[in-house]
């Protein structure tokens, strides 16, 4: 099997060319052309000397994910279904803005946490993505949707919120968002890119110590009773713990606050009373609050907050001094909308394509 040269951040990329008895610099000068020209040929890469290119050609490919479905929202959201093998896919989104392009990247088919409002946890868990399938998403949304006017790849920002828990893939996330960053890879900003966590706390601890970027925290609940009920990962990591290690997050994170993210679900977690509830409880976190209107799925009980529950929300939020967004829903139409990221889940039965039926 060639070596697919994704899977590398710098430093392992670096470190297989010293293997192949080649200079760092020359892992340095191929990483430039698969991230920022997204050149997947070796013979296209004209300053490589011949016979590494041919070395390499033998030994090694430059492969992202395969793209299975591509669609694209009534708003300009893209969704790209990306085929990772034995009947599993994931799911990256393209949201843009005026003065942004987002992309929201999946780290694993499936997810273990099985929380209750969430379609990618109903689905179980498959397996954790590989680097390459991570960095891949980000490879191919680029070579889609080419280069601005300025020369520049149109993807500015990047969200880890889309299948699953990246930190519970931890070690294949983190190679993937040091390419993210390296100035030879995307050079995104660290404030550009944000993991989003259900709350995995000693990994949240790991991540500050090595690759700290900026940190999105699944709250959806203003106690420990209620979250452990839509957040089942909370009865291993309480409120209390997890707010302490947002607070050491912030001795190292690139922004000086933690964005909290809150779906509101109808008569669940939408009250004035558990909105006051919430403001005591981050009091000693400096935070942003974003509210996610639920997006309902076929197999859920759940319904959406009326727009009146929503600002009454907010209101309480903003009143106590905290910046507060509700986020708009985008691509709802091709089901690309928080949550809904349901790809096809591996399976031999029918299941898969049932559940695509339902979905799509
Ligand atoms: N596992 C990570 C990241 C992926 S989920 C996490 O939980 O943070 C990304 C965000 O989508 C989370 O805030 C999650 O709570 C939210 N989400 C999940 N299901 C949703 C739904 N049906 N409607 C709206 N947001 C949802
Ligand atoms: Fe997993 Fe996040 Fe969905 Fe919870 S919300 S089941 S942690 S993907």
Redesign the pocket.
Known sequence: MPQNLLDFDAHALAGYFTEMGEKPFRARQLMRWIYKEGESNFAAMTDIAATLRDKLAQRACITAPEIVREELSDDGTRKWLLNVGTGNAVEAVFIPEETRGTL?V??QAG?T?D?A?????KQGFNRNLSVAEIIGQLWWANHRLGKGVDGNWKISNV?????????LNFDNTVSALRLMLDDHAYGLSRRRVT?????IVPAMDRLREECPVAL???L?APNDKLRDTL?PVNRKYPLKDLLAACRRYLERAPRDFITF???LLDGVNDSVQQARELVRLVHDVPCKF?L??????PQ?H?RRSNPEAVRRFRDVLMEAGIVTTTRKTRGDDIAA?????AGLVQDKTRRTVQHLAEVH
């Not at 969200?159 to 930190?167: I, K, R, S, Y």
């Not at 996610?292 to 799925?297: T, Y």
């Open positions: 929201c999946s780290t997810c946490l929380c409002f969430c379609s990618t946890g969200v880890l919120m889309g299948m699953g828990e990246p930190l993991v989003s966590t259900s709350g999105a925290v699944s959806h957040v993210e809150y779906v974003n996610i209107p639920f997006n309902p799925f859920t759940y909308a928080c949550g809904q990221l």
